[in-house]
Antibody, heavy 122, light 107 residues
């Protein structure tokens, strides 16, 4: 079974830092690009960051560029998101999501999502 | 930056057809997909590459994308289809862009 399990969320003060983790299982992890998508309370989905299968290229939404950093450890089947200089508007459920196509590069949709981890900045 | 727009809400009677639109500049030149999200759950893709259904998604879900509008159509809508639906546009230059979501109510 393909599964993504996020962890690392919590309550942090403005200006603080957190590191989110996503444990992947059930698929060839290094073959798939991965993303983080967040959802503020009562709001819609917002793509945050993505990384290709090899880890050699990353992309960020303008809202987090320079503050967040995505990385992966293919040997451990782990995806990470380092959140720095946190702001109240970063409060959200953070989901990790698997790219639909296992080309190693990015594709059009996310076919597996984790259950999310809650980040509260206050 | 690129944006796509959805109506905040759509209502439909059980058994009828629901249509949810997603609008964006030359959206038809990009791929559109649709996610269903029920309260307290993670999103699930119901349509990808404009009109393809993942395995396990009922045939009543269909999609189209042309010009500036992508459309999710649910034929014979059931009570279990009540959820929030998000469109998402993608191409290699704009990355992944989500619409604001549409709450589908089955009355």
């Amino acid at each position: 079974e393909v599964q993504l399990v996020e962890s690392g969320g919590g309550l942090v003060q403005p200006g603080g830092s957190l590191r989110l983790s996503c444990a992947a299982s059930g698929f060839s992890f290094s073959s798939y690009a991965m993303s983080w998508v967040r959802q503020a309370p009562g709001k819609g989905l917002e793509w945050v960051s993505a990384i290709i299968g090899s880890g050699g290229s990353t992309n960020y939404a303008d809202s987090v560029l320079g503050r967040f950093s995505i990385s992966r450890d293919n040997s451990m089947h782990m995806l990470y998101l380092q959140l720095n200089s946190l702001r109240a508007e970063d409060t959200a459920v953070y989901y990790c999501a698997k790219d639909r196509v296992g080309s190693g590069s990015y594709s059009d949709a996310f076919d597996v999502w984790g259950q999310g981890t809650v980040v509260t900045v206050s | 930056s690129y944006e796509v727009t959805q109506p905040p809400s759509v209502s439909v009677s059980p058994g009828q057809t629901a249509s949810i639109t997603c609008s964006g500049d030359k959206l038809g030149d990009k791929y559109a997909c649709w996610y269903q999200q029920k309260p307290g759950q993670s999103p699930v893709v119901v349509i990808y590459q404009d009109n393809k259904r993942p395995s396990g998604i009922p045939e009543r879900f269909s999609g189209s994308n042309s010009g500036n509008t992508a459309t999710l159509t649910i034929s014979g809508t059931q009570a279990m289809d009540e959820a929030d639906y998000y469109c998402q546009a993608w191409d290699s230059s704009t990355a992944w862009v989500f619409g604001g979501g549409t709450k589908l109510t089955v009355l």
